[in-house]
């Protein structure tokens, strides 16, 4: 069960690392305070990073199955 959810929270994480960066990028009004190609890059780094990180920090608690823990781990974050 434990593994479970720390797959969703993992999961979560990867989600929201990315949403509370992108904040600090609008106004209280909605509008982007930088050009949006550059917000969408920083973007694509950030939830790559972080992304990658958890990922990491998930399997290294794995000893066993990988590509079974793989294979839920990417159908889990995909949903």
Same mark, same amino acid.
């Given at each position: 069960m434990k593994k479970y959810l720390r797959n969703i929270l993992y999961g979560f994480l990867a989600w929201l690392i990315p949403f +509370? %960066? &992108?904040? !600090? !990028?609008y106004t209280?009004? @909605?509008? *982007?305070t930088i050009d949006? !190609? *550059?917000f969408k &890059? %920083?973007? %694509? +780094? +950030? @939830? &790559?990073f972080s992304a990658a990180f958890l990922l990491v920090s998930y399997f290294k608690k794995i000893n066993a199955d990988y590509f079974k823990e793989g294979i839920i781990v990417g159908l889990t974050w995909l949903a």
């Open positions: +509370v %960066i &992108s904040v !600090f !990028f209280r009004e @909605g509008k *982007l949006i !190609f *550059l &890059s %920083i973007m %694509i +780094v +950030v @939830g &790559s």
